[in-house]
C-alpha cells in the first residue's frame, strides 16, 4: 500500500484549494483504491469526514511527523502556498512542512503550486534552498518557473503544468437549480454571478462594480447572484456589493457553504461570471461558462493569459464601463478558449502522471534495496 502525506491550505473553506485537495484524492484513488492518504488541515475533523481520510491539524507536528515517518511522499501543493505577500509566517510553516518532509518522507512533491511572489531576500533565498532539495517540483504557470529560477531552484526537477483542478468532472446541472431554488432565485431568468472577496480597505472596487453588474441585470434582464468563493470570510464582501445595488435589481447572495461538487454545479447555471478569486474563473471554464476576471493577484493574470480569456482592468482603478464592456464581450462569445482549455486540462493531468512515475521509481529504488511493497498502478 502506498502512503501519502498531503499538505495545503485546507480546511478553511476555500472552494479554490477544497477543490485542488478533491481532484488530488479523487485522481490517486483512481489509481489505487487503497492508498492511504493523510492530510494536514485546519480543520481535521471537516477534511477527514468530507474526503474520507486521515487527517491531522497542521499544527501537530508529532502527529506530522509520525506520518510523515515512512510515508512514501508527502505532496505539497497545490496553490499558492510559497509567498510571503499573505503573510510571512505562512511562507515559513510551508518551507518547514517541505524541510520536515525530506527528512521523514521517502520523495517530496511540491504539486501544481503557483510561486511567489517573495519579496523578503532572505526568505527567497531559504525557500530556494529547501525547494532544491524536492524530488519534484511542477507548477501551474510560466511566472512560476521564473519565481525558481530567481531563487535558484535548479530547472531539472521543475516541470510546468496547469492548475489540477482542471481535472475535475464538470458539475450536476439539476443539483444546482436545487440549491439555488433554496435561496428563491428566478428560474426563468438569466443568472450573472459574482464572486468578490474583502480588497484592502477601499470599497471603490465595489461600487464600480455595482454600478456594472445592475447595468448588465437591466440590458440581460438577469438576476445577480453572489458567490463567496470562501466561506464565511467572503460573505461580508458579497454582502456589502448586495446593499449597493439598486433596489430594483434582483439579487441574493448566496450566504451557505459549498462543496467542489456543489459549486460546480452552481456555475453550471450561470450565464456569466465575474470573479476576483482564480478557482470561480476555472470553475467557469470548466462548466463552459463566460468570464470576466478582476485583476488582483498575478495567479489571476497568469491564467486568463493561458486561457485567452478576459479582464475588466486591475482592482486599484476598475471602472463600471470596462466592466461593462468586458461582460459584453464574455457573452458574444469573443473569448473563444477550447483548444487552450484541451491543452491546460492535458497539462493538469500531468501533474498526476509525474507524481506517478516517480512513485514508481522510488517503488524500483526500494525493490533493489531488498525493501517490500508496491507503489500506485496505473
Not at 176 to 187: H, R
Not at 247 to 258: F, G, I, P, R, S
Not at 266 to 285: C, D, K, P, W
Not at 369 to 378: F, L, Y
Request: proline share 2%; glycine share 8%.
Amino acid at each position: 500500500m502506498t502512503r501519502i502525506v498531503i499538505s495545503g491550505y485546507y480546511g478553511f473553506a476555500n472552494a479554490g484549494d477544497e477543490a485542488m485537495l478533491a481532484a488530488i484524492i479523487n485522481t490517486l484513488r483512481s489509481a489505487e483504491k487503497y492508498v492511504e492518504l493523510t492530510v494536514i488541515s485546519g480543520d481535521p475533523e471537516m477534511t477527514a469526514a468530507r474526503y474520507g481520510v486521515v487527517s491531522i491539524h497542521r499544527f501537530n507536528f508529532l502527529k506530522i511527523i509520525k506520518a510523515l515517518s515512512g510515508s512514501d511522499l508527502l505532496l505539497s501543493g497545490g496553490g499558492s502556498l510559497l509567498q510571503d505577500v499573505s503573510s510571512k509566517k505562512s511562507l515559513l510553516y510551508y518551507l518547514t512542512i517541505l524541510a520536515l518532509g525530506r527528512v521523514f518522507s521517502r520523495k517530496v512533491m511540491l504539486f501544481a503550486q503557483g510561486i511567489g511572489p517573495i519579496k523578503s531576500g532572505i526568505l527567497k533565498k531559504l525557500a530556494g534552498i529547501i525547494c532544491n532539495t524536492a524530488d519534484l517540483i511542477t507548477v501551474r504557470d510560466a511566472d512560476s518557473v521564473k519565481e525558481l529560477e530567481q531563487m535558484g531552484v535548479s530547472r531539472d526537477c521543475v516541470r510546468l503544468t496547469a492548475d489540477a483542478v482542471l481535472t475535475l468532472r464538470p458539475g450536476d446541472r439539476e443539483l444546482g437549480e436545487q440549491l439555488l431554488q433554496q435561496f428563491g432565485v428566478a428560474k426563468d431568468k438569466p443568472l450573472v454571478a459574482v464572486s468578490v472577496r474583502k480588497w484592502q480597505a477601499d470599497d471603490n472596487y465595489l461600487k464600480e462594480l455595482s454600478s456594472a453588474v445592475s447595468t448588465i441585470a437591466d440590458d440581460h434582464n438577469a438576476c445577480v447572484v453572489l458567490l463567496p468563493l470562501q466561506y464565511p470570510n467572503d460573505v461580508a464582501a458579497c454582502k456589502k456589493l448586495h446593499d449597493m445595488l439598486p433596489m430594483e435589481t434582483d439579487a441574493c447572495v448566496l450566504d451557505a457553504e459549498y462543496d467542489t461538487e456543489q459549486f460546480l454545479a452552481l456555475v453550471a447555471n450561470f450565464s456569466l461570471l465575474i470573479g476576483m478569486r482564480l478557482h470561480a474563473l476555472i470553475f467557469a471554464v470548466i462548466m463552459a461558462v463566460p468570464f470576466v476576471a478582476i485583476s488582483c493577484d498575478p495567479k489571476i493574470d497568469g491564467f486568463v493569459k493561458e486561457i485567452g480569456g478576459i479582464t475588466a482592468g486591475n482592482i486599484d482603478d476598475l471602472n463600471a464601463e470596462d466592466i461593462k464592456s468586458a461582460a459584453d464581450n464574455a457573452l458574444a462569445g469573443t473569448a473563444v478558449f477550447s483548444e487552450r482549455l484541451s491543452k491546460m486540462c492535458r497539462n493538469a493531468q500531468l501533474n498526476f502522471d509525474m507524481t506517478f512515475t516517480l512513485l514508481k521509481d522510488w517503488n524500483v529504488e526500494r525493490k533493489q534495496e531488498g525493501d517490500g511493497g508496491s507503489a500506485i498502478n496505473d
